[in-house]
């Protein structure tokens, strides 16, 4: 559970500040009065020791489904902005493909409302491509946009139709938008539930052929090229995209993308006991295609780190690995997950991990920066780098229980929050805090 409370003042001492806005890295205080990142407390502060900690940025997931409207049996906004809260998030973009999909001004003002009455942390909602996600014929993107939708996608989906995705990249280089692409051409797919190779073959399931996803960031390059418009490769997966993503940009191609945790630490072997929640979309991949999108963090091929958080119902996974819907939950995992393919690997540093969870994420969808300065609004997570945790499903705040990692131990844990005035840390973080005077407390 969540413990969540406000305070006019409040001083965090000796955590280790990251900040790759600014490129701050030291062990300092932050002081943070009605709300805003202040010179020094007030006198009457509550004061929380970050000793050991980690306060950075807040973090930013710009790939996670809520399921709200039409599925709140897996998952609900308040449920699903709770469960990142829980993860370290203070932002997260949700998917257009719910019931009905985001693909109306009503629909994404409905969002946001839910998202302000919930509370736990900011939403921007992706509002579809074409209408109904039907891939035939593009959504009004000025209108959405004014709205408050932050990007466009038909998630859960590629458009498939030339003419309509080049009318999507004509439409949203006049709006200055980006397009986030599900890549996936279906007659290449084939109806796969894992990745097409010598595992699927051992297993027996149906194979999902990678060039699925590669032909059409392929042909999604070449309209970029065309009309200059922004496009992100959405939960990139295999060493050919990654390398497509990577010659683009070389080219000057404005081309971002993201990585989800699962795609970081986990191979196609994971298949092999037929594990319902194993099955994601796009599947696991083998070792080579996990190393090159490490590889692609690390050279700046792939800008961002994403959950792709999927939340389904403990009877819909049960239902098999060929039936079985996929997808797996990841707010709360997020950061450990990261940390052990990332740090504990030995390839990259808390800061660099800090940035594809801050920096990476506000550049892709254009948000301002959001430095730890003095008058800023505060919004800031707290992250524990050597906490030990094992990972327990059924402590998730999130709805979703479905997770391949029940019983992973990880190095690296999100503690909470701090949004505003309001502090938001797990009841089991252990937070250590106390109430005294400002002068007392250094």
């Known amino acids: 559970m969540l413990k969540t409370t406000s305070y006019d003042s409040l001083l ?11 490129g701050r890295d030291e062990i300092a205080d932050i002081a943070v009065v009605e709300g805003l990142i202040a010179q020094a407390p007030t006198n009457d502060t509550h004061v929380i020791d970050a000793t050991g900690w ?13 399921r709200e409207p039409g599925q709140t049996h897996k998952e609900t906004i308040e449920t699903g902005t709770a469960a990142a809260v829980a993860g370290g998030f203070t932002f997260v973009a949700c998917m257009p493909n719910t019931r009905p999909p985001l693909d109306h001004p ?85 109806g796969g539930v894992m990745h097409l190779g010598d595992v699927s073959c051992r297993c027996g399931f149906p194979g999902l052929n990678p060039r699925s996803e590669e032909a059409m960031i392929e042909r999604d390059i070449g309209l970029c090229r065309d009309t200059g418009s922004r496009y992100h490769v959405a939960h990139i997966s295999t060493a050919r995209a990654v390398e497509l993503v990577r010659r683009a940009k070389a080219e000057g191609s404005p081309v971002t ?30 070792r080579t295609d996990v190393e090159e999108c490490r590889r692609g963090l690390l050279d700046g091929t792939i800008d961002c780190i994403v959950t792709d958080h999927a939340p389904h119902t403990v009877d819909e996974k049960a239902a098999g690995f060929l039936r079985a819907p996929p997808g797996i939950v990841g707010l709360e995992t997020a950061v450990g997950l990261a940390a052990q393919a990332m740090i504990e690997s030995g390839l990259a540093d808390w800061p660099q991990l800090v940035a594809w969870f801050t920096t990476g ?17 505060a919004d800031l997570s707290l992250l524990s780098p050597k906490a030990r945790w094992t990972v327990d499903p059924q402590r998730f705040v999130s709805r979703g229980r479905n997770t391949p990692f029940s019983g992973w131990e990880l190095t690296g844990k999100a503690i909470g929050t701090v949004q505003g005035p309001q502090v938001a840390v797990s009841s089991r973080a252990g937070l250590k805090s106390s109430q005294q005077p400002a002068e007392d407390s250094r």
């Open 54 to 66: 980690i306060v950075c940025p807040g973090l930013m997931d710009i790939h996670v489904h809520l």
């Open 361 to 377: 994420p506000a550049a892709v969808l254009n948000r301002p920066p959001r430095p730890i300065e003095v008058g800023a609004r």
């Open 106 to 190: 009503d629909a994404i003002r409905s969002v946001l409302e839910r998202a302000r009455n919930a509370g736990h942390c900011q939403v921007g909602p992706i509002a579809a491509i074409t209408k109904g996600r039907s891939g035939n014929t593009i959504t009004d993107f000025s209108v959405l946009l004014d709205t408050g939708a932050v990007a466009l996608s038909d998630d859960g989906d590629g458009v498939e139709d030339d003419s309509v995705m080049r009318a999507a990249f004509e439409s949203a280089r006049e709006v200055s938008a980006v397009l986030i692409q599900h890549c996936e051409y279906k007659a290449i797919s084939a």
């Open 257 to 286: 993308a993201e990585v989800c945790t699962h795609h970081l630490v986990l191979t196609d072997e994971a298949c092999v006991e037929g594990d319902p929640n194993t099955k994601i979309h796009p599947p696991l991949r083998p």
């Open 12 to 22: 965090i001492c000796g955590g280790r500040i990251i900040d790759p806005f600014t």
